[in-house]
């Protein structure tokens, strides 16, 4: 794991680029071509996060949570359930079902 250290600091340019400081680059092995997505945490704070290459943010967190939501037919019985208690609810204020 890497300790947080402060590398160096940037500029905004009037093209509102920035250039990241060398050492940080080396230290977190980032390469040319890297895709990164930004964060905006506050007003003074944004997160930079790298995506392996030729790999988008869904294809990256694909399948992830599976621990949280199950596979994919628990979810389906779990969207199933749902819907159903949509009707139930529908019936208890006395509106007619869809």
Same mark, same amino acid.
């Given at each position: /794991?890497? /300790?947080?250290?402060?590398? *160096?600091?940037?500029?905004?340019? *009037?093209?509102?680029?920035?250039?990241?400081?060398?050492? *940080?680059?080396?230290?977190?092995?980032?390469?040319?071509?890297? %895709?990164?997505?930004? %964060?905006?945490?506050?007003?003074?704070?944004?997160?930079?996060?790298?995506?392996?290459?030729?790999?988008?943010?869904?294809?990256? @967190?694909? *399948?992830?949570?599976?621990?949280? @939501?199950?596979?994919?037919?628990?979810?389906? %019985?779990?969207?199933?359930?749902? %819907?159903?208690?949509?009707?139930?609810?529908?019936?208890?204020?006395?509106?007619?079902?869809?």
């Amino acid at each position: /794991m890497i /300790m947080p250290t402060r590398v *160096g600091e940037t500029t905004i340019t *009037g093209k509102n680029q920035i250039s990241l400081p060398a050492e *940080g680059v080396r230290i977190l092995g980032w390469k040319r071509g890297d %895709r990164l997505t930004v %964060r905006v945490l506050d007003e003074n704070t944004v997160v930079l996060t790298r995506w392996p290459k030729g790999q988008s943010a869904v294809e990256y @967190f694909a *399948g992830k949570l599976g621990h949280v @939501f199950g596979d994919h037919d628990e979810v389906l %019985r779990y969207l199933d359930e749902e %819907r159903r208690s949509w009707g139930e609810l529908g019936r208890d204020l006395g509106t007619p079902d869809s």
